[in-house]
Structure formats: C-alpha cells, structure tokens
C-alpha cells in the first residue's frame, strides 16, 4: 500500500467541529455516551466442546468466545464481547497481505470495515472495525502522535451546541467503560498536529462492519489492547480511500 495525499474530506474538514481528543469517536449520530457493555452468555462444559466444533472464517466459536473473554485486570475490568453480534469475518486472524509498507505500519480500509498491522512483506494481523459515516470518511497518511489509557473524552463546544446534554462534559469525561474513548486510544498526527482523529476501543460490537462516527475508527476493546500494545508513538497510519 503506498502512502498517499489527504484525500476526500482532509483531516480539517471532516474533524472540526466534531471531535476533541477523538471527541466523535464511538458515538452514534445523536448519541452522548457509547452503548452498554453487551456481556456475552454463560457457556456449559459440553455446550463448550460442541462450540468448538464450529468453524468462523478460521476462529471456532470457542476460539472467539476466549479471545474476546471479559479482561477483568483493567482499571475498568471489561466484560466479554456477545461475539453472537460480530460477524465472523471481523474477528481478529493472521492473513495473507502483500505490502510495501514496513513491519509495525497500520493499514486501515474503510471500504471493507478492517484495520491492518503489517507484520512483514506477505501477512499481517486483521481486526474487524467500524469508521467514519457518510461525510467523515477520509484518506491519507498519518502517524500516532500519542497514545492514552482510558482517556478523558471532552466534547467539543459544536457539538454542545449540537447536544446541550453534552455540556455536562465541557471540562471532559473521564476515563471508563462509558467513555466514548474506551480502554485504549491512538492518536493520529501529521506535520506535528493532532488531527482530531484517533483509533479506539469500541464496547459496542453491533457497530464493527458499519460507518458510525465522525471519522475515527472504533476496534473491539480487546482488539484495541492487543494493537495498542504492539504500536509505539511514532508508528505510521496509512488510511486507505473508500
């Protein structure tokens, strides 16, 4: 994937108005605050083994059941995806990708609802996302500026005036299982600038494979650690146009 221009809507553009410190990040148009932790159900020991029967585009049920299982160390412990509410396709898998880019370099494709960690010349790890809805899709090159661990999320005064309810936050919202920044935040920079975009944890699964947001882009809590961790300050993002 070769790196490009800012295209479509640039980061000034698409991003005013609607995000402080990834302020529009897994907000639903007309939403203030992100959808309730969605837990998945208690599975018995047989239930289990007859789960793992069943394949999901390379994971078993079984399989996602453990990789998207509560994370009760956090700060905030974070409860278990629904994996019931993801499709398959988006869950977390090693694939076949061919890339000039460099080992480390993240790959987003909005088109096709996935986040790309190059792990060298021929794969790289796939995460299921959700981006930016019509009119906040946007493309180029960026880098992570900065990285947060449940972040503060502080509405910008648009979207006050958008939302009065939001006024409530003006002086920010802290970090925690209902702030829309989630467990885990890459902040996107160019030229030195914070481009009001960021990658981060999403708690809600019906929204991966969909555009719900201002223009960040949203992966599984457990997802988002897991690339978060792998991702030092300074790491290169390449948004792919839609």
């Given at each position: ?31 203030l605050t992100r959808r309730t932790f ?205």
């Amino acid at each position: 994937m070769e790196s490009g221009q800012i295209m479509s809507t640039g980061f000034g553009n698409a991003a005013a108005g609607e995000m402080d410190e990834g302020a529009g990040a897994g907000l639903r148009s007309g939403s203030l605050t992100r959808r309730t932790f969605l837990v998945g159900s208690a599975v018995g020991f047989g239930a289990l083994g007859l789960a793992g029967c069943a394949s999901y585009d390379g994971m078993s049920l079984a399989e996602a059941q453990r990789v998207y299982g509560p994370v009760p160390d956090e700060k905030f412990p974070i409860p278990a995806v629904d994996v019931s509410k993801v499709n398959p396709k988006y869950f977390r898998r090693t694939v076949r990708y061919e890339t000039k880019e460099a080992p480390g370099t993240i790959v987003v494709d909005p088109s096709n609802y996935y986040v790309y960690r190059v792990e060298d010349e021929a794969t790289a790890t796939r995460y299921g996302a959700n981006v930016g809805r019509a009119g906040f899709l946007w493309s180029g090159d960026a880098y992570v500026g900065r990285k947060g661990e449940w972040a503060t999320w502080t509405p910008p005064k648009e979207m006050i005036q958008r939302q009065p309810e939001a006024a409530k936050y003006a002086n920010g919202m802290p970090g925690g299982l209902d702030n829309p920044l989630g467990a885990r935040t890459l902040y996107l920079y160019q030229n030195g600038n914070y481009t009001l975009y960021t990658i981060y944890a999403t708690s809600d699964p019906e929204s991966i494979g969909n555009g719900v947001t201002s223009g960040c882009v949203g992966l599984l809590s457990q997802d988002m650690i897991d690339l978060y961790a792998r991702t030092p300050v300074k790491t290169k993002v390449v948004v792919l146009p839609a």
